[in-house]
């Protein structure tokens, strides 16, 4: 296998998706220090001690430098090199989460065990279903009482409709968690508070009928696993690879990321059959990882990252090829060439200059606003990636301008701050009105501190009667016309010039969809 194969085939790039409080910080540190990544960890945590006092802008900018450092997080683990690409999930929610896992393999769904699947889970669900990608479940918190075992599966597949093959199963539950036994190796792992620092180390039993097990566990339950693994191994569906890859089917482990327990078996599972990088589709045809030329796409963009600098770092996944250092690459959007010298990777705590990037590994570019979201880079050929949509926003306000004469720099700032993924805005058919949407209330924050910081435009937003928005499209031009005719009220164009359905209620997106039944309402907009 040649070198750029093997670099490839044992890449795995993926993401965490979960409520805020399930636990995704605790995991991503203790999966880091699985991986050496000691140092990181401390980041992670600082990142997340930081996260309560992130309630305006200036907060956010100082704790910047962290933040991008852990956007990536490429460490080594059993022969394999792991990226975990952050999914911003608290106050700083926004469509870039959505966009993350537009760049990833696969998907590591954490779940609180108390609480079972809640609504962000859901929705990160529907965006991983655009592409299938394949789902492994850890159920957290098993040191605390939570729902029976049984009940959290079954919640599981009727809410997020994925069959769940257990691959762990506890053995009971807060504070008579005794350990998890592993359906597929026959092993039963015991859980003892305190040991399991930085790696897993607890006592391993081979088997039901081990000896010492009984007394390790305890008699009633043990009886009561036999009895609980009975009725799951009756019940569930086997571990079939194919399903998982097809994101039909989700192997579930159970455990407590505090205490590092259950993770080890996690991540051992993961690196086994997590999916390397696979071929991606492009306007005209699929990319192979495995072709030799370089390819990318660009799905984040992070504005001002070093205050110092004003610069701006566009995060691109390598999707096929070889990135080295100072290589040029064309921007397929505009054909302009770039000679990349200095990219970013995210190794190690600190940003460090890349010397090269594989297949599924994501490169930091510098900027100064002329990469898109969406952007494809290539050694020439004119292609471009898709999959990298705008997402329909869930929050609406009305932009208000202190100094009207200011006009034309405030749209000048919200088309690049929606070329960023900052905002997305939409001008009404019948008003002269600015309407911005996000997916993250504290998106509106950034982007008034942005058009006053960068563009010295003073903003505020207030409220507007819009739930939601749909791109609308027909084929027929005329039943578009009539139904253009019939709903200016609610029509207008995005930034990019597209026709955008603004609901004022969930009930009239519902009756406009059945009224009109040869209009398509898109919750995405693919880049153009
Ligand atoms: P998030 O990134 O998904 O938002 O969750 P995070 O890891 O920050 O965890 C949320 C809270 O849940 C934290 O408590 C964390 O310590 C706790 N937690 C995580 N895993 C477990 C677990 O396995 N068992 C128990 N009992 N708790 C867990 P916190 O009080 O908000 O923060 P901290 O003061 O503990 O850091």
């Not at 080890?264 to 690196?271: I, M, T």
């Amino acid at each position: 296998m040649s070198p750029h194969a093997q670099e490839t085939r044992r890449r795995r790039t993926f993401a965490i998706i979960s409520h805020p409080d399930a636990g995704k910080t605790t995991l991503t540190e203790k999966l880091l220090l699985f991986g050496g990544a000691i140092q990181m960890a401390g980041s992670v945590k600082g990142r997340k001690a930081a996260r309560h006092a992130t309630s305006d802008w200036m907060a956010l900018e100082k704790e910047r430098g962290i933040s991008v450092t852990s956007s990536v997080m490429q460490f080594p683990y059993e022969g394999k090199i792991v990226n975990l690409l952050d999914t911003p999930g608290h106050a700083d929610f926004s469509e870039d989460t959505y966009r993350v896992l537009t760049a990833v393999d696969s998907a590591l769904m954490v779940i609180d065990c108390a609480k079972g699947v809640e609504e962000r889970t859901i929705k990160l669900m529907e965006v991983c279903r655009l592409r299938d990608t394949p789902i492994m479940t850890f159920i957290n918190k098993l040191d605390r009482e939570g729902r029976s075992p049984i009940e959290l599966l079954d919640e599981v597949e009727s809410v997020l409709g994925i069959a769940c093959t257990p691959v762990t199963w506890p053995i009971g539950m807060g504070k008579r968690l005794k350990g998890v036994y592993h359906l597929l190796l026959d092993e039963v792992h015991v859980y003892e508070p305190g040991r399991n620092f930085t790696r897993q180390d607890s006592t391993i039993f081979k088997g039901l009928d081990a000896p010492g097990l009984e007394a390790a566990v305890g008699a009633d339950m043990l009886a009561e696993l036999r009895d609980e693994l009975e009725l799951v191994q009756g019940a569930s569906n086997p571990f079939v690879l194919e399903d998982y890859l097809a994101g039909k089917l989700t192997p579930v482990f159970f455990g407590s990321a505090v205490n590092n327990f259950g993770v080890q078996l996690l991540l051992d599972f993961f690196v086994e059959h997590a999916p390397s990088p696979r071929p991606r589709a492009t306007l005209g045809r699929q990319v192979d990882p495995a072709e030799d030329k370089l390819t990318g796409f660009v799905f984040k963009i992070q504005a001002n990252m070093d205050p110092a600098h004003r610069d701006r770092v566009a995060f691109m996944r390598v999707c096929s090829g070889t990135y080295t250092a100072g290589m040029k690459m064309i921007q397929t959007r505009t054909g302009k060439e770039v000679r990349i010298a200095n990219a970013l990777t995210f190794m190690a705590s600190d940003r460090e200059i890349v010397e090269s990037a594989y297949p599924g590994d994501v490169i930091g570019l510098h900027n100064h606003g002329t990469i898109s979201i969406g952007d494809t880079f290539t050694e020439g050929e004119p292609i471009s990636f898709t999959g990298i949509p705008n997402f329909a926003p869930e929050l609406f306000r009305r932009a208000r301008l202190r100094d009207p004469l200011k006009m034309k720099a405030l749209q000048k700032g919200l088309a690049q701050l929606s070329e960023e993924g900052a905002t997305q805005f939409f001008r009404p058919l019948m008003s002269n009105d600015l309407i911005l949407g996000a997916v993250g209330v504290l998106q509106f924050d950034v982007v008034a501190y942005r058009l006053k910081d960068e563009y010295g435009v003073d903003a505020s937003f207030d409220p507007v009667g819009v739930v939601t928005a749909r791109w609308v499209h027909c084929d027929d031009a005329k039943k578009l016309e009539e139904f253009r005719e019939k709903n200016a009220m609610n029509l207008a164009v995005d930034a990019a010039g597209e026709l955008v359905y603004l609901a004022p209620s969930r009930v009239n997106l519902q009756l406009a969809q059945e009224r009109w039944p040869q209009v398509r309402f898109s919750a995405t907009r693919e880049h153009a």
